[in-house]
């Protein structure tokens, strides 16, 4: 069964200090692994798209990694704009178009 | 351009009321996808329409739960009869044709409260 677990479930940092957010996935058959920001009360929002280990998209402060077990999502410098909880979520050959999310880490910088 | 709208925000009900739920896509975008978050837990799958037909509704949890999409446009879901555990917040999505590059256009949601 396709599974993905991130961690930390929660992480707070100050504005300023990079840090890396991890995904663990376990799926047959990668057809993408994606990377949705949600803010509070409010949709998932695009983020990226990786389909091979070795891999990485970039935006703003913002980067994604992709290996054959996990992805990072790593953030740079980050501003307390960037609070908000981080999703990642796979598709599979078994998946048809549905996406598997995470349970997502929430993200706090402080300024 | 308009995002994809969903109506109610919000709503309570007793157990075994019904609920209807609608989602209105971006113009244009033939994948529809219904999601949901029950408290404490992940976002889950319950269908996909590609305009007006059901290409995978395996997520869908019980024969309570009837989701429609008419003339390919909006889309509604009934719950019917409502349990406790229906509660949580019900995402719509959109996507335009053509292949599948996991970016989906999320609602806000319609959060649903069972009492």
């Known amino acids: 069964e396709d599974q993905v677990t991130q961690s930390p479930e929660a992480l707070r940092l100050q504005e300023g200090e990079s840090s890396s957010l991890n995904c663990s996935y376990t799926v047959s058959g990668l057809r993408g692994l994606f990377w949705y920001r949600q803010d509070p009360g409010k949709g998932p929002e695009f983020l990226f798209t990786?389909?091979?280990a070795g891999e990485e998209k970039e935006k703003e402060r913002l980067k994604a990694t992709l290996t054959k077990k996990e992805s990072f999502l790593h953030i740079t410098a980050p501003k307390p704009e960037d609070s908000a909880t981080y999703l990642c979520?796979?598709?599979?050959?078994?998946?048809?178009?549905?996406?598997?999310f995470g349970s997502g880490t929430r993200l706090l910088v402080r300024p | 351009e308009a995002g994809v709208t969903q109506f109610p925000s919000h709503s309570v009900i007793e157990k075994g009321q019904t609920v209807t739920l609608r989602c209105d896509p971006i113009?244009?975008?033939?994948?529809l996808y219904w999601y949901r978050r029950v408290m404490g837990k992940e976002i889950k799958f319950l269908l996909h329409?590609?305009?007006?037909?059901?290409?995978?509704e395996s997520g869908m949890p019980n024969n309570r739960f009837l989701a429609e999409r008419t003339g390919g446009t909006y889309s509604t879901l009934k719950v019917q009869p409502a349990e406790l555990e229906d509660s949580g917040v019900y995402f719509c999505?959109?996507?335009?044709?053509?292949?599948?590059?996991?970016?989906?256009?999320f609602g806000e949601g319609s959060r649903l409260t069972v009492l």
């Open positions: 329409f590609v305009k007006e037909s059901k290409q995978d």
């Open positions: 999505a959109s996507s335009p044709k053509g292949p599948h590059t996991g970016e989906l256009f």
């Open positions: 990786l389909y091979s």
């Open positions: 979520a796979v598709r599979g050959m078994d998946s048809s178009y549905k996406l598997i």
């Open positions: 113009s244009g975008h033939d994948n």
